[in-house]
């Protein structure tokens, strides 16, 4: 399971950063199970086709549909626990320092060619992992995970100690379920005898690797509960079940991962039945009673992850010398209305974030204090005012201080009504405060393929992301998002936050002491704004009633559903 990025709208699943899901009604098709037809949120192409991404291809849709091919890891509950039954792992020990760890595998995971997944499949992961993440690595990488769970430099050893049983030893003592959720979370399998073209030249590898990672019909060989029928950009991508697959297998004869222009062209998808799961977007909520009333059920769900405006503060971005002011930071974060913008365009189903651990769904890692007032209360006033108390002034409508304009392009997703509003309602506001803003609207492939590239200076904000905890960076310490090194971040540099996410990697001998650190990471990273902080909406899954188990089955916090077990009914 990964970490990844997704789309900031309120629909079928994480919205603020959502995954999106809907259903509408369905043709069965005889005694074959019957087909699903999936909704992908408005203008989302699939773009990446390996169990392992780069930064330009991290996304929750790419996931979804790669976790259905290679089984992970470690799958992820939804209470956060280990789904050892769904994981390539059946175990893991370590010792009391946590500086090695014993990953055994379980035996019945088989290849679609018949061959057992084994430890040289898991070696064959880490050394691209290795190679990959290099900052030099050929295009397209480096690979994403790079820097988060102490992946791959803090990694002094993984050797094959077993058919069935790697053993990883680390240079530093470790906390040992940040390690895991983290780093071994990353060591996917993959399948060496169908990949492995060049034993004797990694660089080679790699190359081979990423010059297919874009076609899913590189996908042959799978041990997952699905394979790759077709793929056609702006249509579709079609699984159809493995046979093979030792575990649940699924029912249905085809799940379609369906390409929507826009969120309307999907909603008339739903009511027309030729698509069965799917997700509405706020801006159609009213419409749900013509779904209903065919029996389809809508569902709010709440994913545990974060949803903000990103800030371009990478080394020779124009923005960086304004945006590294905290007291800027903190005045557009003042300016942000996440309350009306929750109520008046989410209609409810949003919760304003405060910081890196969301309010809901409630876990113990947000920390009591910090949850009952958020640090940045919406204040324009307050906000232009410190603006002006760091010398700032306003001129011909925008504030100004020397040579320096806060006048700035604005990205955000485009295809989403309610992620367009949001934007347009956070444009007006800083206006009133002097902040000139240009909104520019990209579809989400775009948008994080720019945000991603460290060298893009085209844009300096960015809203309609965020990250759902859900792999690398599970145990949510912000090191791969935070830290002057994050692989996800966008430029943030601070040493007081990296010795604060540091010390949340370490082992504690409680798991009081364990929470203090981690407390006090949270707290200054909610005032320190590496982000501004913005809503984490609920994705208003839709579904058939003819389609079954698809909210049984959500897990890792909603982020990814283990569709082998939906299935498909003719009433």
């Known amino acids: 399971m990964k970490l990844k990025k997704s789309i900031a709208v ?9 995954l999106l899901f809907a259903s509408a009604t369905f043709a069965a098709s005889g005694s074959n199970g019957g087909i699903i037809e999936y909704a992908l949120p408005a203008q989302t192409n699939l773009t990446w086709f390996l169990p392992i991404d780069n930064a330009a291809n991290d996304s929750v849709y790419n996931t979804q549909f790669v976790d259905q091919l290679y089984k992970p890891m470690l ?6 626990s280990i789904n050892w039954k769904s994981s390539v792992a059946n175990k893991i020990t370590y010792n009391k320092t946590g500086t090695v760890y014993h990953v055994y595998l379980n035996p019945k995971w088989k290849w679609s060619n018949g061959q057992p997944v084994t430890s040289q499949d898991v070696l064959f992961t880490w050394n691209v992992i290795k190679a990959a993440s290099a900052s030099n690595a050929p295009a397209p990488w480096p690979f994403v995970g790079a820097g988060t769970g102490d992946i791959p430099s803090g990694v002094k050893s993984v050797v094959a100690s077993g058919k069935y049983e790697v053993t990883i030893t680390l240079d530093k003592p470790a906390n040992q379920q940040w390690f895991i959720y983290n780093g071994i979370i990353q060591m996917v399998p993959m399948p060496s005898a169908a990949w492995d073209k060049y034993s004797h030249n990694i660089q080679q590898e790699i190359k081979y690797l990423g010059s297919n990672a874009s076609n899913p ?21 079609v699984l159809v079940p493995n046979s093979s697959y030792p575990g649940h297998k699924s029912t249905v004869s085809k799940i379609v991962f369906s390409y929507e222009a826009s969120n309307a062209a999907e909603l008339a998808a739903l009511k027309s039945g030729s698509i069965n799961v799917g997700y509405l977007d706020q801006s159609e909520i009213g419409s749900e009673r013509s779904l209903t009333s065919m029996g389809d059920q809508v569902t709010p769900e709440y994913s545990f992850g974060i949803f903000w405006t990103e800030m371009n503060m990478w080394p020779g971005s124009p923005s960086k010398g304004i945006f590294d002011q905290l007291y800027v930071r903190q005045a557009l974060q003042m300016g942000i209305d996440n309350e009306g913008i929750s109520k008046d365009i989410y209609k409810g189903y949003a919760v304003p ?32 005012k410190l603006l002006e108390n760091h010398g700032w ?55 994080i393929s720019v945000t991603s590239n460290k060298t ?18 599970f145990y949510p310490t912000g090191g791969q998002l935070f830290a002057s090194t994050a692989p996800s971040g966008t430029g943030f540099n601070d040493p007081t936050e990296d010795k604060l996410i540091q010390a949340t990697h370490l082992p504690y001998a409680t798991q009081q002491e364990t929470m203090k650190h981690f407390f006090a990471y949270e707290d200054y990273t909610a005032k320190v704004l590496p982000f501004l902080w913005n809503q984490n909406v609920a994705t208003l899954w839709v579904t058939s009633p003819n389609v079954h188990n698809v909210l049984n089955y959500l897990d890792a916090a909603t982020a990814f559903p283990q569709m082998q077990y939906w299935t498909v009914s003719n009433s």
Not at 75 to 80: E, G, S, V
Not at 456 to 467: D, F, K, M
């Open 393 to 447: 002034q306003l001129v011909n409508g925008v504030m100004q201080k020397g040579s320096q304009k806060l006048k700035f392009t604005m990205m955000y997703v485009s295809g989403v009504t309610s992620s367009t509003d949001a934007a347009e309602v956070m444009a007006q506001d800083w206006g009133q405060m002097g902040v000139d803003v240009t909104l520019k609207p990209v579809p989400f492939s775009t948008f």
């Open 75 to 80: 799958w992820i509950n939804n209470d956060y």
């Open 456 to 473: 893009n200076y085209t844009w300096q904000l960015a809203v309609g992301s965020g990250w759902d905890y859900n792999g690398p960076g």
């Open 217 to 237: 019909m590189f996908d042959r060989v799978v041990d997952g509960p699905f394979k790759v029928q077709s793929g056609t950009p702006n249509q579709s991508w």
């Open 10 to 18: 309120a629909i079928a699943m994480t919205t603020g950063s959502s």
């Open 353 to 384: 974030l405060i910081g890196p651990i969301p309010p809901v769904p409630k876990t113990t890692f947000l920390d009591p204090t910090l949850a009952k007032k958020s640090p940045y209360s919406f204040n324009i006033a307050a906000a232009k």
